[in-house]
């Protein structure tokens, strides 16, 4: 068979299985639900927020918790501040003056061998003194029902760690431009049906909101165990299953919604971490070689062969599978982009966005064998 017809034959069956994957993807991650349910028999709660740097959002944080359904008796809320070098503290303090539930302390200095986060829900869980944990992030917002939906369904799903995929919020140029494709690969990992799955080793938990039961979470080791990661979140989950406990793996819907990052800089670092962190060293270089194809394929490919066939008519094949590939490429992308709420002309930039994420996972991969890395003003 021709080569270039080959070419156009794997381009289309690459496209076709990225846009099933993404639908199963996204139908496996059922929403959680908000159901208006009686308040009996809430177990006593703790959510642990571990907050570095976040002068700009641990306000909104605090007043959505304090605006939760959960019955105050029966919940409590723990900032602990990780060493923040802005207001971070002050404002949470200032929010839990007359909060008898809220407490904010102080995580200390970070000791040898732990990552920043980490140090923070441990200390976190050290002081709580609930039957249940929820670590959630300081960057979330979250909807009144919340924190009760969230317990009722791990009742009656019997999971032991209930984990929420947030909305995450795009705004920016930049955000846009950058964050759907590191999504699209993203959800494309996250195969929550095997997740979910008692019987199946795959493991994944987003940190963005951890909701465990305490004797899970101590069985486990809890963060202590797991100290060292940078990606935390996947290594507790690993952990909490490898125990003998069983995960819940679900989207956030509309209770739950993240704004992860506000410019470039922290953008351009959180990018390069995660990529080389969740995808390893060999697949995050073999992804860098695939954003440079597709930066250039869906695109140039046809209109190379358009342009060849005033000469060669026994191209008209090759031609229209390529054309097909990429309609399925860009509806993909369009599913994506329709899911963060990203105007679809950000689809005309889908070939500068593959080009940077490739650079970006280039200096993530660079950093990680130099040792370089830095999140949040630390060396990981």
Not at 198 to 225: C, D, E, K, W
Not at 276 to 297: D, K, M, Q
Request: aromatic share 8%.
């Amino acid at each position: 068979m021709d080569t270039l017809l080959l070419i156009a034959i794997a381009w289309f069956i690459m496209a076709a299985a990225v846009l099933v994957l993404l639908v199963l993807r996204r139908r496996a991650l059922v929403p959680l639900s908000n159901p208006s349910m009686p308040q009996t028999d809430l177990p006593f709660l703790s959510v642990i927020v571990p907050a570095r740097n976040e002068a700009h959002t641990i306000a909104n944080c605090l007043r959505d918790l304090t605006s939760q359904t959960y019955p105050d008796r029966r919940l409590e809320v723990i900032v602990v501040d990780d060493s923040s070098s802005d207001d971070t503290f002050r404002l949470a303090d200032e929010h839990a003056k007359d909060r008898s539930n809220i407490r904010v302390i102080e995580a200390g200095m970070l000791p040898e061998g732990w990552q920043g986060k980490s140090h923070a829900c441990w200390v976190g869980a050290s002081k709580a003194r609930g039957e249940w944990l929820c670590f959630i992030d300081a960057d979330t917002r979250q909807a009144p029902r919340l924190l009760e939906a969230a317990v009722r369904e791990a009742f009656t799903s019997g999971a032991d760690l209930l984990s929420l995929h947030p909305r995450q919020d795009m705004f920016s140029f930049w955000e846009r431009l950058l964050m759907p494709p590191a999504f699209i690969s993203l959800m494309i990992l996250l195969d929550a049906r095997a997740i979910n799955n008692p019987t199946s080793s795959r493991a994944m938990a987003n940190g963005q909101f951890i909701l465990v039961r305490r004797s899970a979470y101590l069985a486990a080791g809890g963060h202590r165990a797991i100290r060292s990661a940078v990606l935390e979140d996947v290594r507790l989950a690993e952990r909490v299953k490898r125990a003998g406990y069983r995960l819940q793996l679900m989207g956030g819907g509309e209770l739950i919604h993240t704004r992860m990052y506000t410019g470039l800089r922290p953008l351009w670092q959180g990018l390069a971490r995660s990529g080389s962190e969740l995808f390893g060293i060999p697949l995050t270089t073999a992804a860098i070689l695939n954003c440079i194809i597709v930066s250039i394929l869906p695109i140039g490919y046809p209109v190379w062969l358009f342009s060849m066939m005033g000469t060669d008519g026994t191209l008209l094949p090759a031609w229209l599978i390529t054309i097909s590939g990429s309609v399925l490429w860009y509806t993909a992308h369009a599913l994506e982009f329709r899911q963060h709420r990203v105007p679809l002309r950000y689809l005309l930039l889908l070939p500068l966005s593959y080009l940077l994420i490739a650079v970006v996972n280039t200096e993530g991969v660079i950093r990680r064998l130099s040792g370089s890395r830095i999140w949040k003003g630390r060396r990981l």
